[in-house]
Structure formats: structure tokens, C-alpha cells
């Protein structure tokens, strides 16, 4: 079975601080690890993922994360948070070797970035 | 990428009625499904939708009350039948394409009242 952990409901930073929304992940073979944004009233967004190779991997709006194998953990990061970076994030996990394609998303956690 | 659109984006039924939500997406995709998602909350995958037979459903969904069409490789309905207050969500259609991403669609509002 596979399953993502977002241990934090909400995330508070100030505009221009760093941020980090944390996700941990278990899966049976490789993982494949997705970030999502979803703004309200929207659909869920495709922001970045991992597959293989370099363990950083960057995508939209400036946002990256590592993937950690050891810790099984995929945090998100943006170096500095703006105002609207302020959404619902949702981390998901998919085993290509089982589960036929099936993704595994996280509670989500919501960001919010004050000015 | 992919780009998918829903419709109706949103709809209020009545209790014991049907409603049949659409999926098309501009581009050929390897699966399609479909998830519910209360607000503010995480996504419940409904079914698998298989091109040209049945879905593939998760625990919990049933095809008799939610009955998936895929007739082609782009395009997929869901139907909702039967429906009362508890199936009020939001339905959302999902894709994933040949780089492995997955899309999604605005999704569909549904209150039943």
C-alpha cells in the first residue's frame, strides 16, 4: 500500500521568508512524487515533480523540492514566499510498480503568506 | 500538458435525481479518472475510467450509483443517480499524460437538495 503524510494542517510565512511544506511518503517500490496547488474555486494545479535522477527538482512559480530518500520525505520550497503563493498544497505519491497509475494525495496543507 | 475541461462547472439537483457530469481533454492522454473532493479537503478517488469497458471502481463507489463512461481516449462522463444530500462535493476529472503529470479539471460543484 501507499500513503503521503502532510504533517502540518496549516503553514504561516511572512512575504519574502522561505518556505517549506513538509511531505513523507511510503510506497512499496519507487516512488514517483507530485506537488499540486489548488487556489479556491480551482482545480488542482501541477506544479513539479520527481521521477529519477537529480534529487532537487524545480518547477512553476519558483518552487522546488528535494527528494530524500532516507526520510522518505519530499518537502516543498520556495526561497521567498509571496502573497500569492497563498493556497492549498497537496502532495501525492504514485507506485509505478503496483496500483496501476493510481495516485495517493495528502490531506493538503494550506499556506498562507502574510504581506 | 494537458488541458481539461468539466461540465457543468456546477449544478443543484434534486433529491432522487441524476446528473451526468462531462470530461474532455484537449490531448491524448494514458488514464482518466475520477475523484470527489469536499472543499478545502483532500481528493477521494472515485473510479478508474477504461477506455471501452467498465471502470474500475474504489472501495466504497458503486457503477450502479455512479456509472463511468470512456468511449474514447480524450472524453469520459460521470453520473451521479439517485442522488441525495451526501453526494453534494465537488467531482473532479483527472489525467495523466505521457510524462507521467497529472491534470486535472475545474471541477463540478454539486448541490443536491
Known amino acids: 500500500a501507499q500513503s503521503v503524510a502532510q504533517p502540518e494542517d496549516q503553514v504561516n510565512v511572512a512575504e519574502g521568508n522561505p518556505l517549506t511544506v513538509k511531505c513523507t511518503y511510503s510506497?512499496?517500490?519507487?516512488?514517483?512524487l507530485f506537488w499540486y496547488v489548488q487556489y479556491p474555486n480551482r482545480g488542482l494545479q501541477f506544479l513539479l515533480k520527481?521521477?529519477?535522477?537529480?534529487?532537487l527538482v524545480k518547477g512553476s512559480y519558483g518552487f522546488e523540492a528535494e527528494f530524500n530518500k532516507s526520510q522518505t520525505s519530499f518537502h516543498l520550497k520556495k526561497p521567498s514566499a509571496l502573497v500569492s503563493d497563498s493556497a492549498l498544497y497537496f502532495c501525492?505519491?504514485?507506485?509505478?510498480?503496483?496500483?496501476?497509475?493510481?495516485?495517493?494525495f495528502g490531506d493538503g496543507t494550506t499556506l498562507t503568506v502574510k504581506p | 500538458s494537458a488541458v481539461i475541461s468539466q461540465k457543468p462547472s456546477r449544478d443543484i439537483c434534486q433529491r432522487g435525481t441524476s446528473l451526468t457530469i462531462q470530461c474532455q481533454v484537449d490531448?491524448?492522454?494514458?488514464?482518466m479518472f475520477w475523484y470527489r473532493q469536499q472543499p478545502g479537503q483532500s481528493l477521494t478517488l472515485i473510479a478508474t475510467?477504461?477506455?471501452?469497458?467498465?471502470?474500475?471502481?474504489e472501495s466504497g463507489f458503486v457503477i450502479d450509483k455512479f456509472p463511468i463512461s470512456r468511449p474514447n481516449l480524450t472524453f469520459s462522463t460521470l453520473t451521479v443517480s439517485n442522488m441525495s444530500p451526501e453526494d453534494s462535493s465537488i467531482y473532479l476529472c483527472?489525467?495523466?499524460?505521457?510524462?507521467?503529470?497529472?491534470?486535472f479539471g475545474p471541477g463540478t460543484r454539486l448541490t443536491v437538495t
Open positions: 501525492a505519491v504514485r507506485d509505478m510498480g503496483t496500483n496501476a497509475g493510481k495516485s495517493t
Open positions: 483527472s489525467a495523466i499524460g505521457e510524462t507521467y503529470e497529472q491534470y
Open positions: 475510467a477504461n477506455q471501452g469497458s467498465e471502470a474500475t471502481y
Open positions: 520527481y521521477i529519477t535522477g537529480d534529487n
Open positions: 490531448s491524448q492522454v494514458t488514464m
Open positions: 510506497v512499496s517500490g519507487n516512488p514517483y
